[in-house]
């Protein structure tokens, strides 16, 4: 069942933009790993939060997905831009009006 | 650019299934309107939420299609099923890992 992680991340003054571009760079490794969709964005409302939108294949790919030392490295890495806010939510699709499922 | 909003939809005690099956019902009109994915799930851990995520072309879209008269009419529809409680955010994407862009 394709799994939703829907999330912000607060970022400290002037380090949003930093952040967005190592989370846009270029990772096959992510759909190896059973992303299917990874959308990073921004909101000038919120100028220090950066949005994430991740589709998975599942929820245990993307729990798999946080165990992999080259994920956790790249998370390690961005942590130095990050002011603690961390926000979202997580489900399971159920369904879409777009294929009627 | 691409628009998203990710939503969480608080429900009346057992309406969560019946607001599922509502916004899961096949819609073409959305893909008219410019929505380009629309996702709608559930969590365990909160049985009195649906949770939507949407892609949109841009913001226009997704604003202009709140102002359709059948998306308006579906709105209003499923209000009984709602208990107010309204949560999630809204981004332009900027790119994503998966396209490197």
């Known amino acids: 069942m394709t799994y939703v992680n829907a999330g912000t991340l607060g970022t400290l003054p002037g380090k949003r933009d930093e ?4 989370l846009t760079q270029r990772n096959d490794r992510l759909r190896e790993l059973g992303c299917t969709a990874y959308e990073v964005g921004v909101n000038e409302d919120e100028p220090e939060t950066v949005f994430v939108v991740e589709l ?11 165990r992999q030392p080259d994920v956790m490295a790249a998370i390690a ?3 130095p831009l990050l002011d603690g806010r961390f926000g979202g ?13």
């Open 19 to 22: 952040l967005v571009s190592r």
């Open 56 to 66: 998975w294949e599942s929820a245990a790919a993307h729990q798999a997905s946080l």
């Open 77 to 79: 890495d961005a942590r």
């Open 89 to 101: 939510f997580r489900f399971e699709v159920v369904g879409s009006p777009l294929r009627g499922d």
